[in-house]
């Protein structure tokens, strides 16, 4: 089965999306939201329908802020089929909204296969061209990994949260360093967008 996956935008504009995976997270999120308002930027949260359905009033604070809403499943699966229903079911009783954009956990494009509106064409899965292994690496790394990499069109993918309520607390640390300085760079010369105003 050939699904259509996006890695990117048009490479002839200057837009850029700028994507976090793996929330909400009490700990976190509502600090990054902080950043990208003093910025100007609106993000895309790709969340997981257990952290959702636990931190509803994060997500119902990041989609009333013009924050884009994605679908990353509800359990965050290696193997198998994402479980997208189950979150897209959480999300939509707190937005309201069906969601236009999912990404598969791990990047695996075979977890959306059983999920209709991706086989259908009805929602973008959405990969990342640029993924600097945030959750494990050094702010001052992922500052210049994002920063070398972005080109035009380009669709950042970095961490607000985890998988495994444990590394909540901490895993996103490192990145939060880095996100003032990767984004007063790259709004130098991108715009940053929602996914819905990316050109495919």
């Not at 257990?50 to 499943?73: M, V």
């Not at 977890?111 to 899965?125: D, Q, R, S, T």
């Not at 945030?134 to 500052?143: F, G, I, P, R, V």
């Not at 444990?166 to 984004?183: C, D, T, V, W």
Request: hydrophobic share 35%; charged share 30%.
């Amino acid at each position: 089965m050939d699904l259509i996956v996006y890695k990117h935008g048009d490479r002839n504009s200057n837009k850029i999306a700028l994507t976090f995976d793996d929330g909400p997270n009490p700990f976190w999120t509502r600090k990054i939201l902080d950043i990208l308002e003093k910025y100007g930027v609106k993000g895309n949260f790709f969340v997981l329908g257990k952290w959702a359905e636990k931190y509803p009033e994060i997500i119902r604070e990041t989609f009333d802020s013009g924050h884009l809403i994605g679908n990353h499943t509800c359990s965050h699966p290696k193997t198998g089929y994402g479980d997208f229903e189950k979150a897209e079911e959480i999300i939509f009783d707190i937005i309201g909204e069906h969601t236009k954009f999912i990404r598969p956990p791990h990047l695996l494009v075979n977890l959306c296969e059983n999920y209709p509106p991706a086989v259908n064409g009805v929602v973008k899965i959405i990969n990342c061209d640029v993924f600097p292994e945030d959750y494990k690496n050094e702010a001052d790394y992922t500052k210049r990994f994002v920063e070398e990499k972005t080109q035009s069109g380009s669709i950042i993918g970095i961490h607000d949260g985890s998988q495994r309520e444990e590394e909540l607390e901490n895993r996103p640390s490192e990145m939060f360093k880095a996100l003032p300085e990767i984004i007063e760079k790259l709004k130098q010369k991108f715009e940053f967008v929602t996914l819905d105003k990316l050109s495919f």
